[in-house]
C-alpha cells in the first residue's frame, strides 16, 4: 500500500512539473497578449513613422479567440481566465477609485484645497483619477486667468515682452503636486518589494507542506496543515508572473496532503464536505452568469469565480474532483465562447469601419493648400489634417489582412500634403537669411537707445520697434534664442531704467511728502475743532504743496480726518454735506486733477437723475391714494419720502451748481 502511495505521489508531482511548465508557456503567450492590449493596436496610437508599422499587429480579440476555433475545448476557455487572475492579483492591492467630484465648477483656492484634503485623506495609490481631475481643472482655469491678466496687461499699454504674473496658489499647487508625485514612486517601489517578500513566504510554505507530508505525524499533522493554509491565505498578492506557477505549485501539495496520508477521515471528510458545498455554489453563480446582459460584467465576475475557486476552497473527495471541475469549465467555456461571439460580430462591423477611413482619406485627398502663405496658414492647416488623422485612427481597429490596403492609401494622402508643407519650408528657409539681417538692424537700434533719457520719444520709438520685431519672420533656429536674448536685454534696459524713473521722487517733493506726513500727525489730535479751525487746517494743508502720484494715498488719510471733524460739528445736516463736498472739490482743483473732477461732476449728474426719478415715481403713487385721507398712515409715509428727496435734490443741485463754477 505503501509503495503505491509513493508512485502516486511520483506521478502526482510529474503532473505538477507539467503544469509549471503549461503556466510558463501561458505566461509567455500571455506576454504577448498584453503587448498589444497595452497598445490597443498600434494602429490607434501610431505617428508619423511608426504609422508604417500600425497596422501590422493583430487585435486582442484575434489572438485571444484563435485557440478556441481550432481546438474547441474547455482547457483554452480556463486558460484564458487564468491569465487574467494572474495580472488581476497583482493589482488587487492599488486599485484606484473613480473621480466623484465635479472639479469644473471650483476655483483656484478650492482645487488646491481639495488636492490637499485628497492627498491627506488617502491612499496614494488610489487617488490617480482625482488628481488628474484636479490637474484638468486647474490648467484650465489658471489658463484663463493669466490670459486675462496678459490682455489686461496690454491694455494698460504694457508689451507682451514684459509680461510676467506669478501666483502663490500656483506656487502652492505645484508644491502639492509634486509631494503626490513622490509619495506615487514611493509607494510602486514598496509595492514591488512587497510583491517580492510575499512571494518568498509562500515559496517557503511550499516547502514546509511538502516536508509536512514526507515527515507526517499523525498527532499533529492536521492542525499544522490548517496553520499552513491559513498563514498561506494572510500572505499578499504575488506578481503575475509567479501567480499560477505558486497557486498550482501549492494546490498540488495540498492535494497530495489529503490523498496520500492517513488523515483523520472526521477531520478530512468534514473539509471535502464543506469544500464540496462551497464549490456547487459557485457553479451556480457560473451558470447564471451565462444570462448576464453585459459580456464584460459576466466575464469579470466569472474570473471573481475562478479566483474565489482557486485561493480560497480546498479540495474535495477524489470521488467528485473530477465532477465539479467539468461542471465548472463547461460554465466556464460556456461564457468564454459567449464572448467570443461578441468579438466575431465586432468583427463583422470591418467593413463599415474601412468605409469610414476611406471617407477621411477623400477628405485629405480634397484638402487644399493652394492658398497658403504664410507660416500661420500653414500651422492652421497642420492643425485640420492632424484632426483628420485622429478621425480616421478613431474609426476603428483593423487587422493586417483588412488594413493594409486602406493604410496605403491614407499614406499617400497623407505624403501628398506633407510634400506641399515640406517645399514651402523649404522657400520659407531662404527668406530666414533676410529676416536675420532685419532683426539684427532692430536689436542695433535698440541697444543705440537702451540708455537715452529722452524719455517720451525713446519710449515711442521702442515700442514701435518691438512692433516691427514682430512682423518679422522667422530666423534660422541656430540664432533665434540668441538675438531674441540680446534683443530683450536691450529694450528691458530701458524700460527698466524709465519705469525707475517714472516712480522715483524728485528731492523737492519728497520734502512735500515729509512735511505733510507731520502735518497730519498733529491734525489727528485736534478735538473738536470748530469750523473756522477746521478751514484754517484745510487751507495750511493745501499750502504745503501738491504731492506726487505715488504719495496721494497721504491726501486720502486727511480728508477722512477733516470729513470726521466735519461731520461732529453742530450745524445743518445740509451746510456738512456741503462743506465736505467743497473741501473734496477743491483739493481736486489745486492738484488740477480733472479726470476726477469730470467724474466728480458726472456722479452729481447721475445722482440728480435718480433723486428726480424717485420722486415722479412716489408722486406717481400718491394719485392711487386721491380718495384716502390726509391723516392715512401709508399717504403720510409717502409724503414723507417724496419730502426726502426733494431736500436731497436741492443739496446735489447746489454741489453741481458749485463744481461748475469751477475753472478746470
Known amino acids: 500500500m505503501l509503495e503505491n502511495n509513493e508512485e502516486n505521489v511520483d506521478k502526482t508531482e510529474n503532473k505538477a512539473a507539467k503544469v509549471v511548465n503549461e503556466t510558463s508557456k501561458i505566461e509567455a503567450e500571455e506576454t504577448v497578449e498584453k503587448v498589444v492590449e497595452t497598445a490597443e493596436t ?4 501610431a505617428k508619423d513613422t511608426v504609422e508604417e508599422v500600425s497596422e501590422n499587429v493583430t487585435t486582442v480579440e484575434e489572438i485571444a479567440e484563435e485557440p478556441i476555433e481550432k481546438t474547441d475545448n474547455t482547457d483554452a476557455a480556463v486558460n484564458e481566465i487564468e491569465k487574467s487572475i ?3 492579483a497583482e493589482k488587487d492591492t492599488h486599485k484606484e477609485e473613480a473621480a466623484v467630484v465635479d472639479y469644473s465648477i471650483l476655483s483656484l483656492e478650492e482645487l488646491v484645497l481639495e488636492l490637499k484634503k485628497t492627498l491627506s485623506n488617502n491612499p496614494v495609490q488610489k487617488i490617480k483619477n482625482q488628481v488628474e481631475g484636479v490637474k484638468s481643472a486647474f490648467n484650465q482655469k489658471f489658463g484663463a486667468l493669466l490670459a486675462e491678466k496678459k490682455a489686461a496687461f496690454l491694455e494698460a499699454g504694457g508689451n507682451s515682452i514684459d509680461f510676467q504674473f506669478s501666483s502663490p496658489i500656483k506656487s502652492e499647487y505645484n508644491s502639492l503636486l509634486s509631494e503626490y508625485k513622490k509619495q506615487r514612486d514611493a509607494y510602486y517601489n514598496d509595492l514591488d518589494k512587497q510583491l517580492s517578500e510575499n512571494l518568498e513566504k509562500k515559496l517557503l510554505i511550499i516547502e514546509q507542506l511538502k516536508d509536512l507530508i514526507e515527515n507526517a505525524d499523525t498527532a499533529t499533522m492536521y492542525k499544522s496543515f490548517r496553520a499552513l493554509q491559513d498563514n498561506w491565505r494572510t500572505i499578499g498578492p504575488v506578481s503575475k508572473n509567479h501567480y499560477n506557477d505558486t497557486w498550482k505549485t501549492f494546490h498540488h501539495h495540498v492535494e497530495r496532503f489529503y490523498d496520500l496520508l492517513h488523515l483523520s477521515n472526521d477531520f478530512r471528510d468534514l473539509d471535502f464536505k464543506h469544500n464540496l458545498e462551497e464549490k456547487l455554489k459557485i457553479i451556480e453563480k457560473a451558470e447564471a452568469l451565462a444570462e448576464e446582459a453585459d459580456i464584460n460584467v459576466a466575464f469579470k465576475e466569472l474570473q471573481d469565480l475562478h479566483k474565489t475557486w482557486k485561493e480560497d476552497i480546498g479540495p474535495v473527495s477524489q470521488d467528485h474532483r473530477e465532477d465539479v471541475w467539468k461542471k465548472f469549465s463547461a460554465a466556464t467555456k460556456k461564457i468564454h465562447d459567449k464572448r467570443h461571439d461578441h468579438f ?19 477628405k485629405l485627398n480634397a484638402y487644399d493648400t493652394s492658398n497658403n502663405k504664410s507660416h500661420n496658414d500653414w500651422q492652421k492647416s497642420i492643425k485640420n489634417v492632424e484632426a483628420l488623422r485622429q478621425e480616421y485612427f478613431k474609426a476603428g481597429k483593423l487587422p493586417y489582412s483588412k488594413s493594409e490596403e486602406v493604410w496605403q492609401k491614407f499614406k499617400a494622402a497623407t505624403k501628398k500634403f506633407n510634400s506641399a508643407k515640406n517645399v514651402f519650408y523649404k522657400q520659407e528657409k531662404s527668406g530666414q537669411q533676410d529676416n536675420l539681417k532685419k532683426k539684427m538692424e532692430l536689436i542695433e ?8 533719457e529722452d524719455w517720451e520719444s525713446t519710449t515711442n520709438a521702442l515700442k514701435r520697434i518691438q512692433s516691427d520685431w514682430k512682423k518679422i519672420g522667422h530666423v534660422p533656429r541656430k540664432f533665434s534664442d540668441d538675438i531674441w536674448k540680446r534683443f530683450k536685454a536691450a529694450c528691458n534696459h530701458y524700460f527698466d531704467r524709465y519705469h525707475n524713473q517714472k516712480n522715483s521722487l524728485n528731492k523737492e517733493q519728497q520734502e512735500v511728502v515729509e512735511t505733510k506726513k507731520a502735518f497730519l500727525e498733529i ?16 487751507n495750511n494743508w493745501r499750502s504745503l504743496g501738491a504731492l506726487p502720484r505715488n ?28 462743506l465736505k463736498f467743497t473741501h473734496v472739490v477743491d483739493s481736486l482743483a489745486a492738484d488740477n486733477d480733472v479726470r476726477k473732477l469730470d467724474s466728480e461732476q458726472m456722479f452729481v449728474r447721475k445722482k440728480i437723475d435718480e433723486t428726480v426719478k424717485e420722486i415722479q415715481q412716489l408722486e406717481n403713487n400718491l394719485g ?9 398712515p401709508l399717504v403720510l409715509n409717502v409724503k414723507n419720502r417724496v419730502k426726502g428727496f426733494k431736500e436731497d435734490l436741492a443739496v446735489w443741485k447746489e454741489k453741481l451748481s458749485y463744481i461748475k463754477k469751477i475753472d478746470y
Not at 42 to 45: F, G, H, T
Not at 445 to 452: C, G, I, N, R, W
Not at 524 to 536: Q, V, Y
Not at 624 to 632: G, L, R
Open 42 to 45: 498600434v494602429e490607434e496610437v
Open 551 to 578: 504719495a496721494r494715498h497721504i491726501d486720502g488719510k486727511f480728508n477722512k480726518i477733516i470729513d470726521r471733524a466735519l461731520g461732529g460739528l453742530s450745524i445743518d445736516k445740509k451746510e456738512i454735506a456741503m
Open 624 to 632: 392711487f391714494f386721491s380718495n384716502a385721507k390726509d391723516d392715512n
Open 523 to 538: 491734525v489727528k489730535e485736534l478735538k473738536e475743532p470748530t469750523k473756522e479751525e477746521i478751514f484754517e487746517v484745510i
Open 445 to 452: 537700434l535698440a541697444e543705440s537707445l537702451k540708455d537715452s
Open 344 to 362: 466575431r460580430e465586432m468583427r463583422s462591423k470591418y467593413q463599415e469601419i474601412i468605409e469610414q477611413k476611406l471617407v477621411v482619406i477623400e
Open 86 to 88: 494572474a495580472v488581476d
